[in-house]
């Protein structure tokens, strides 16, 4: 078992920069596929869900910036190939702030999004027919819900967090937190949200979890939004019920939004907009190959790969990621992927062992 006291001993002060080698994929356009492009229209932040048949993926964004009406699409070829935009209930173009789509049992997916109050959609049959836009209790909160895990004793926890601003409708920005909330019911209902994370001067957010390989402990992976740190870890073992001491990670895992998959061989594929201090590719849509172990010791990894160049800031990467059963990864999210036009959603595969021959080239 991984222990939370392996990371003690972790220096506090982890370099700005990273070291391992750089992939950079982002002009090999034959991986890309779009999946929805719309001239002077902003869409942005994706999420997505692979169906238990291991070829549909579902995927929800927003016309706008996090806030706008969500849009819906399907592939029914493991991201090839994506439909139209499909009819979704009539509240859900009053979207507050990013949607985020979950798969809780075979037929049963919920929606949710943001601010206040925190609201959620459901389907009761693979996604062919939603529910409307409904609050989930007397909360609010940002990114909601960044990620949502399965729980040993049959319980679901999603994650969000909030700046002081929508937890209570009070509007006043304050210290930002990290919560939980619990479901016993599938997602039918949540419990009072608590706090899990927070930092007397970092700025802890849109948390993504990881569970170990041996699965009896949760890795909590924090964006820090005042730019002054590396991205954060927090691990719990005990089912989310106590977390340990955020800790920055190495800058080579420093970004926004990390969302992760494990490869066939054990190794963690992990996607997220590169805020790294000190990087040559800064405000892009990256990703991380390495393993769990190097999160808990504090390590590098393995190597980083650039999957596109965004072309405007670092407005870009709300990453969805799928694995399907041939090992093939498929991410997804939104970026300026073209000089001067409005960000667009794109498509990558690729197989770990394609970027390991890039890797090996590289020495």
Not at 140 to 169: K, Q
């Amino acid at each position: 078992m991984l222990l939370i006291a392996a990371v003690l001993t972790l220096q506090a002060q982890p370099p700005r920069r990273y070291s391992i080698p750089l992939i950079d994929i982002s002009a090999e356009s034959s991986r890309q596929v779009v999946v929805d492009r719309e001239p002077g229209q902003y869409l942005g932040h994706p999420t997505t869900a692979l169906m238990p048949d291991n070829r549909t993926i579902l995927i929800v964004y927003p016309k706008g910036h996090g806030r706008g009406p969500i849009v819906f699409k399907r592939s029914e070829d493991g991201g090839k190939t994506w439909s139209q935009r499909l009819p979704v209930p009539e509240n859900w173009a009053t979207s507050k702030e990013t949607p985020t789509i979950h798969l809780i049992t075979p037929r049963r997916l919920i929606l949710f999004s943001g601010l206040y109050p925190i609201r959620m959609a459901e389907s009761t049959d693979g996604g062919l027919t939603w529910s409307g836009l409904e609050p989930i209790g007397d909360f609010g909160g940002i990114v909601a819900m960044s990620a949502v895990v399965p729980l040993a004793g049959g319980e679901l926890m999603a994650v969000f967090h909030d700046d002081g601003r929508f937890f209570r409708n009070e509007g006043k920005p304050g210290k930002f937190i990290v919560y939980k909330t619990v479901s016993a019911d599938n997602g039918r209902s949540w419990s009072e949200p608590v706090e899990i994370a927070s930092h007397a001067d970092a700025h802890l957010c849109e948390p993504g979890i990881i569970r170990s390989p041996d699965g009896k402990q949760l890795a909590m992976l924090m964006r820090e939004n005042s730019r002054k740190f590396n991205s954060f870890v927090s691990f719990s073992n005990d089912e989310g019920a106590t977390w340990s001491q955020p800790r920055q990670l190495p800058g080579a895992l420093t970004g926004d939004r990390h969302a992760g998959v494990y490869a066939p061989d054990g190794r963690l594929f992990i996607t997220f907009r590169d805020t790294t201090l000190e990087s040559p590719t800064r405000g892009d849509w990256v990703a991380w190959v390495g393993r769990y172990e190097d999160i808990v010791q504090g390590r590098q990894g393995q190597y980083r790969v650039r999957l596109m160049d965004n072309t405007k800031g670092d407005d870009c990467c709300y990453p969805g990621i799928e694995k399907l059963p041939d090992g093939t990864i498929v991410t997804t999210t939104y970026g300026h992927w073209t000089q001067g036009e409005q960000p667009y959603i794109v498509s990558i595969r690729l197989k770990l062992d394609e970027l390991d021959a890039k890797a090996k080239s590289k020495r």
